[in-house]
């Protein structure tokens, strides 16, 4: 049985190898692939390597364009949370997971971070021929390596699938000294079916929501900059809180610890946390311990939506009394958590998504 599949392994090699296409079919097939693909999700890992070749930086970004005249290119973390991305049609603007505003960014300031990778998406470049050429230069010659169609570059190699002429792989030299190079390898990476459904799901809720995210720019984020003043030990300073789907909330929090979330909709380190707290409520003494979410950035008809998609059953304060609060204690950094005891005063002040906090909170529940 070994044998039979051994001989059907160098039969199928001996079959590719006779097939293996010049450079101007290669092209021309990786060119259709991606004509036929437009809308394909690119995760790509980029390593760096020095003139030893040793890797130096590991860095993960992915890709997806949204239509003709739209991209999204963005940063992840290891449960493949979008943390960060660039919109970028006619402008680019920077979107940031944890904040509901959109950076407006100028060409210039694109240098030294992810977003100067555009031209290494093969999306991007490789969507007609001539870009194709233009971008990589026709190959000598086309080989196959290691199951892969391998073509030399200008500055590099293209490695592509055999089957879908789908580029895999691309390495760059970067000229360093007569003898010695640097390099770069991007390596193009197919999630499972479900990862990327997830993904391309964040990206929309994003995107979507950035439609309506007031505009900034780097300068006036530096400028609105203060320091952050300590809550904690301070009575919290809004009384006669009134929740869009529970009415006032004055008696709901009387004699208890009040967990407040400040959160909005595209925010999905918010989603994570909030889940976090959900599951951990059960565990404490319902009736000492409640949660209010406060969304500063979102509408009633689009937060209704929210609490019939997710069945979400605690108090949520919107409009005016939600932005003055949020101005007042998130510095603009989502989620912000905070504790506030029975006498009504904040009692712990958190900001980012973090277990740590509710441990935090469970120990002074106990006191």
Request: glycine residues 4%.
């Amino acid at each position: 049985m070994r044998i039979i599949t051994i001989l059907i392994g160098i039969l199928y090699f001996g079959v590719l190898l006779a097939q293996t296409p010049g450079p101007n079919e290669l092209y021309k097939k990786i060119a259709n692939y991606y004509q036929q693909n437009p809308y394909e999700l690119e995760i790509v890992r980029h390593i760096h390597k020095n003139v030893f070749r040793y890797d130096t930086t590991v860095s993960y970004f992915g890709y997806l364009a949204l239509n003709q005249q739209e991209f999204f290119i963005f940063t992840f973390d290891s449960t493949f949370s979008i943390t960060s991305g660039l919109l970028s049609s006619d402008d680019n603007y920077q979107l940031q997971a944890n904040s509901p505003q959109k950076i407006r960014i100028k060409k210039n300031e694109l240098n030294g971070t992810i977003y100067s990778r555009l031209d290494e998406i093969p999306a991007k470049q490789a969507s007609t021929f001539l870009k194709l050429v233009t971008r990589y230069s026709l190959s000598n010659s086309v080989t196959l390596k290691y199951n892969k169609y391998y073509a030399k570059t200008r500055n590099g190699y293209i490695e592509t699938d055999t089957s879908t002429f789908r580029i895999t792989k691309v390495t760059q030299t970067i000229p360093y000294k007569k003898e010695y190079h640097q390099y770069d390898e991007f390596l193009y990476i197919q999630l499972p079916d479900s990862i990327e459904r997830t993904i391309k799901e964040q990206i929309k809720i994003l995107t979507s929501s950035a439609k309506d995210f007031p505009v900034t720019t780097f300068k006036e984020l530096e400028k609105k900059q203060i320091p952050s003043e300590n809550f904690e030990g301070k009575p919290f300073a809004f009384k006669d809180i009134v929740s869009f789907n529970k009415g006032p909330l004055n008696t709901f929090m009387n004699g208890k610890y009040v967990i407040v979330d400040f959160f909005y909709q595209a925010c999905l380190p918010c989603h994570k946390m909030t889940k976090y707290i959900l599951d951990w409520l059960p565990s404490v003494d319902s009736s000492k311990i409640i949660l209010i979410g406060i969304n500063p950035a979102d509408s009633e008809i689009s937060m209704k939506a929210e609490i019939e998609k997710r069945n979400i059953n605690y108090a949520i304060v919107l409009g005016k009394q939600a932005k003055e609060a949020a101005k007042k204690y998130t510095g603009g950094h989502y989620p912000t958590l905070m504790i506030i005891d029975p006498a009504g005063i904040i009692r712990a002040v958190h900001t980012g998504m973090s277990k740590s906090f509710l441990t935090k909170a469970e120990k002074i529940i106990s006191k």
